[in-house]
């Protein structure tokens, strides 16, 4: 591969966040993202306004990437984008623009998995991260999934561990849900919990085998927790909320690190970093944080904005492929599943 720079645009639509992004080689330029308050209205993320939404925003976010990158188009050596996991109707926008620009100015399209994306984010070359050495472990938990990935190198991913059922995203949110607090809840959950009293409530933690995960039944203990409570005082929730969110995301962590300690133990593997939206959860973090000196792990957590839906991350991964010329034709179509393989 040629030794000039290489400058990739990079297209995240997966959900609701329509983001883009311009990275020259490993470090990015440009990282912008349109988030979409409608679905607050409705209290979870409605497919068909998601995608709707994509295709007023994909336009000025490219945009506005480029010209914040100050980068003209021509310059452009790929186009990358989100293939999977997602919303069918989301990744439709952002997969038929990536095809349409990348033909347009006849250059490489590079399809990227999303997951794999949220873990690769930790190799943007930026001065306030430090990326793990391989082998690594990756905690990936975002609103839709829950993975212990083992990862032995950019394109060597296997998941050891998953979630059964709902993933702890879902269980944060649902949880908010309950307690009536406005979407996206697990943000606010985790605000509440850094005043409360994280062994006041008691709640059970799943048996589940090897390094599997399951949250619908911590989901349902929490509701009939609520339930029980409310119909002896009205005001329960309210007079309680701190520790109510304390003890919900402290069982929360609970279940993460039981499954995170026994994964080292099986692997032998203490280079452990975290991915996906719920890793800007403060709770996680100091935990990670600590586990270095009470495990003896190595923790990589990344920047805020790498946490969530972003296009930077789909960048970083589209910059590794592009020196492996692991380029995709036109005849490329999304997939909403979409595992690490």
Known sequence: MESKSIYILAIESSCDDTSAAVLMNDKVLSNVVATQA???????????????????????????????????????????????PGLMGSLLVGTSFAKSLALGLQIPLIEVNHMKAHILAHFIDDETMKAPSFPFLALTISGGHTQIVQVNDFFDMKIIGQTLDDAVGEAFDKSAKILGL???????????????????????????????????????????????????????VKNNIEDICASIQYTIITILMRKLKKAVKLTGIKEIAIGGGVSANSG??????????????KTYIPKFEYCTDNA??????????YKNEAFVKQDITAKARYLIS
């Open 38 to 84: 409608i679905h607050k209205e409705y209290g979870g993320v409605v497919p068909e306004l998601a995608s709707r939404a994509h295709q007023q925003n994909i336009v000025p976010v490219v945009a506005q990437a480029l010209a914040k990158a100050n980068i003209d188009k021509k310059q452009l050596s790929a186009i990358a984008f989100t293939r999977g």
């Open 312 to 321: 930077a991350m789909i960048g970083i991964v589209g910059y590794y492929k």
């Open 284 to 297: 996680i973090r100091k935990i990670l944080i600590e586990a270095q000196a009470k495990y003896g792990w």
């Open 182 to 236: 406005p979407y996206p809840g697990g943000p606010l959950i985790d605000k509440y919990a850094a005043t409360g009293n994280p062994l006041r409530f008691e709640f059970p933690i799943p048996k589940v085998k090897d390094l599997d995960f399951s949250f619908s039944g911590l989901k349902t203990s929490i509701l009939y927790f609520i339930q029980k409570q409310t119909k002896e005082d009205a005001d329960f």
